[in-house]
């Protein structure tokens, strides 16, 4: 999709004042919205399903120009070796009060799990779709309940989280300073993720790689786990709404969080070591436990944010529950 683009120049006038077309998510459909995209997912039909390597899929989304004036758009190209995607047209102009329809076709080259951002300009604001295609079969990308699953600390999970995690903490990953921070290597994930697919872990992989497939699991679930919180719980930032909404989650999510807070604090139980205090765990895991709905990226970061304190807040006040029923069993013995 690569794609060039120039604006025919404008004589010097009188500075115009231009209606703020940005996207609002939180009021779609309002008449207050200037542009609005008929979706903000390309998923092309597959749902959850596996996409078919070397067959091409089509999906479109219609730009509708709510303004008294003419706004230019323009589709930038994704980096990736493993797929291609195409839009016609990549980029033009919409009329005022009009529509235009964009027309996508991806082909997947290689199997993989395409969990991206295609970024829309508009008048030089930026626009995210969400781009999320998997053609892998096996352990990533797939719904939990599908899944063997074992027990692990007293939750049952996917087998494979616990093998990872087994494999990490043997490793000595707990002492490993900027856990979870720290990238494993690309070809090294990638691999260890076939091996995985494949039911050929073997357990004796860098740390980090094992941090980053942790983290990569949770990021390529069907629906990420924290989306399942109304977004009005995210945006209030209140520690106490989050923890109460936490609390009534339901199977999967329930089980696969308390499996993974429990995890992370044990981690944090060696920040003096790996230097990851509950903080730092919830500023790197976040972004892979909740995806932005909307296609303004400030609101997205804004968000993300939002995620990153309240799971900093959920961490804290688990282990400190944790702290307090030891405490109790040990006046007991």
Same mark, same amino acid.
């Given at each position: 999709?690569?794609?060039?683009?120039?604006?025919?120049?404008?004589?010097?006038?009188?500075?115009?004042?231009?209606?703020?077309?940005?996207?609002?998510?939180?009021?779609?459909?309002?008449?207050?919205?200037?542009?609005?995209?008929?979706?903000?997912?390309?998923?092309?039909?597959?749902?959850?399903?596996?996409?078919?390597?070397?067959?091409?899929?089509? &999906?479109?989304?219609?730009?509708?120009?709510?303004?008294?004036?003419?706004?230019?758009?323009?589709?930038?190209?994704?980096?990736?070796?493993?797929?291609?995607?195409?839009?016609?047209?990549?980029?033009?102009?919409?009329?005022?009060?009009?529509?235009?329809?964009?027309?996508?076709?991806?082909?997947?080259?290689?199997?993989?799990?395409?969990?991206?951002?295609?970024?829309?300009?508009?008048?030089?604001?930026?626009?995210?779709?969400?781009?999320?295609?998997?053609?892998?079969?096996?352990?990533?990308?797939?719904?939990?309940?599908?899944?063997?699953?074992?027990?692990?600390?007293?939750?049952?999970?996917?087998?494979?989280?616990?093998?990872?995690?087994?494999?990490?903490?043997?490793?000595?990953?707990?002492?490993?300073?900027?856990?979870?921070?720290?990238?494993?290597? +690309?070809?090294?994930?990638?691999?260890?993720?076939?091996?995985?697919?494949?039911?050929?872990?073997?357990?004796?992989?860098?740390?980090?790689?094992?941090?980053?497939?942790?983290?990569?699991?949770?990021?390529?679930?069907?629906?990420?786990?924290?989306?399942?919180?109304?977004?009005?719980?995210?945006?209030?930032?209140?520690?106490?709404?989050?923890?109460?909404?936490?609390?009534?989650?339901?199977?999967?999510?329930?089980?696969?969080?308390?499996?993974?807070?429990?995890?992370?604090?044990?981690?944090?139980?060696?920040?003096?070591?790996?230097?990851?205090?509950?903080?730092?765990? +919830?500023?790197?895991?976040?972004?892979?436990?909740?995806?932005?709905?909307?296609? &303004?990226?400030?609101?997205?970061?804004?968000?993300?944010?939002?995620?990153?304190?309240?799971?900093?807040?959920?961490?804290?006040?688990?282990?400190?529950?944790?702290?307090?029923?030891?405490?109790?069993?040990?006046?007991?013995?």
């Amino acid at each position: 999709m690569g794609l060039t683009s120039s604006k025919p120049g404008r004589r010097a006038t009188e500075p115009r004042v231009r209606a703020d077309y940005r996207i609002n998510p939180a009021k779609a459909g309002s008449k207050e919205h200037a542009i609005l995209l008929s979706k903000n997912i390309l998923d092309f039909g597959l749902s959850d399903k596996p996409c078919p390597v070397g067959s091409p899929v089509n &999906d479109e989304i219609t730009i509708i120009n709510n303004t008294e004036e003419k706004l230019h758009f323009k589709f930038e190209p994704i980096a990736s070796k493993t797929c291609k995607l195409t839009c016609n047209p990549s980029q033009g102009a919409v009329k005022k009060n009009k529509r235009v329809t964009i027309h996508f076709i991806f082909e997947m080259n290689q199997p993989d799990n395409i969990n991206s951002k295609v970024t829309l300009n508009v008048e030089g604001e930026a626009h995210f779709i969400r781009l999320k295609v998997r053609s892998d079969t096996g352990v990533f990308g797939c719904d939990p309940s599908s899944l063997e699953t074992i027990d692990d600390a007293g939750f049952r999970v996917p087998r494979i989280l616990a093998m990872m995690k087994e494999a990490l903490i043997t490793n000595g990953g707990l002492e490993s300073e900027g856990i979870f921070r720290l990238a494993g290597e +690309a070809l090294d994930i990638k691999q260890v993720k076939v091996e995985m697919n494949a039911n050929q872990f073997t357990g004796n992989y860098d740390v980090n790689t094992l941090a980053s497939l942790i983290k990569i699991w949770f990021r390529e679930l069907p629906v990420p786990i924290l989306n399942v919180f109304p977004k009005e719980v995210i945006e209030a930032s209140d520690p106490q709404a989050f923890v109460e909404a936490y609390d009534n989650l339901v199977h999967p999510n329930k089980v696969l969080m308390d499996w993974l807070i429990d995890f992370l604090n044990r981690v944090a139980e060696k920040q003096d070591i790996n230097k990851m205090s509950a903080q730092n765990l +919830a500023i790197v895991l976040a972004p892979n436990l909740y995806e932005p709905t909307g296609t &303004d990226p400030m609101e997205g970061l804004v968000l993300s944010q939002k995620c990153a304190q309240l799971l900093t807040q959920l961490l804290i006040s688990r282990h400190n529950l944790q702290s307090a029923e030891l405490n109790r069993t040990d006046e007991w013995t």
